[in-house]
């Protein structure tokens, strides 16, 4: 198709970028974390979604020189977050074909290496659709990535059909709540349970909880009430490219 095209040149001629979000500590407002999303942006300047994009890289080969393009621009946003005392941690979206492929364990490995990037640097987010097709393939390639030192988040928990059985045989350090069950927790009392049986669940099983799309100080106040460590959302910040969030933390 043309948007295919399109996509390809747009990785080819580097046309892509990676914008970072943080995640914060709630209590202290402390960068925690930061979270990576990739953009397009077409030659007549407007934008495609990843929500476009990436199953179209799905669809087709694609999503692996995607892969590649964005293991490499993670390195160099590591790179720069360091240089600017920002020695955290940032989380690349993963998707379930990249996982199903041992590929990607050789992809990452070879990235850092040549970059001299710390594994303890990077995270990885997976969506719970990835355990159904192809569980085998995806508890080897955790394993390995959690040796290493990266940590494994499983991302938008709650709306898919993740087993509990996947957060006690799966080596996962994260959960993160789905902003669907954040956007109206201040007035709707069922997201105000699921959340909280989330965060009770994730306390016995020792696993970390950001709660996504925090908007507002009713909804911060809210997860900081129910003992939610870590919290990402426009209340905070958008997400922005790496040298105007620099700029940002470093006023
Ligand atoms: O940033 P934004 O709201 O536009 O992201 C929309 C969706 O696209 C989110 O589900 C997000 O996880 C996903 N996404 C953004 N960047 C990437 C990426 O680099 N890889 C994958 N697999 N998904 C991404
Ligand atoms: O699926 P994933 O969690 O990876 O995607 C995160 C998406 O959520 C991105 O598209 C990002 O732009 C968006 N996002 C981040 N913070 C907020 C927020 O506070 N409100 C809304 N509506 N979207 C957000
Ligand atoms: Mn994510
Ligand atoms: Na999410």
Not at 131 to 152: A, Y
């Amino acid at each position: 198709s043309e948007m295919e095209q399109q996509f390809r040149e747009a990785i080819e001629k580097n046309h892509l970028s990676l914008h970072v979000q943080p995640i914060v500590d709630l209590k202290t407002g402390d960068i925690v974390k930061c979270e990576a999303l990739a953009r397009w942006k077409k030659a007549d300047g407007s934008f495609v979604s990843p929500e476009v994009f990436i199953p179209l890289a799905e669809r087709t080969d694609l999503i692996f020189p995607f892969g590649e393009w964005l293991i490499a621009e993670a390195c160099s946003a590591i790179e720069k977050l360091k240089a600017a005392s920002l020695d955290i941690r940032l989380a690349i979206n993963i998707s379930g074909r990249q996982v199903a492929d041992l590929a990607l364990l050789k992809q990452i490995q070879t990235a850092l290496k040549n970059r001299y990037i710390d594994p303890n640097n990077l995270s990885i987010e997976l969506t719970e659709s990835v355990f159904i097709d192809s569980l085998d393939t995806v508890s080897i390639l955790l394993n390995e990535l959690r040796s290493m030192g990266i940590t494994i988040s499983i991302d938008d928990f709650g709306t898919g059909f993740c087993s509990l059985v996947y957060l006690k045989k799966l080596p996962i350090d994260e959960l993160k709540i789905d902003r669907s069950f954040v956007s109206e927790l201040e007035n709707n009392t069922d997201d105000q349970a699921i959340i909280q049986a989330i965060l009770g669940l994730a306390d016995n099983l020792n696993i970390n909880i950001i709660a996504e799309g925090i908007e507002n100080a009713a909804q911060q106040n809210f997860l900081l009430a129910h003992n939610c460590a870590f919290g990402q959302g426009y209340l905070f910040e958008r997400p922005q490219s790496v040298e105007s969030f620099i700029d940002k933390i470093n006023k």
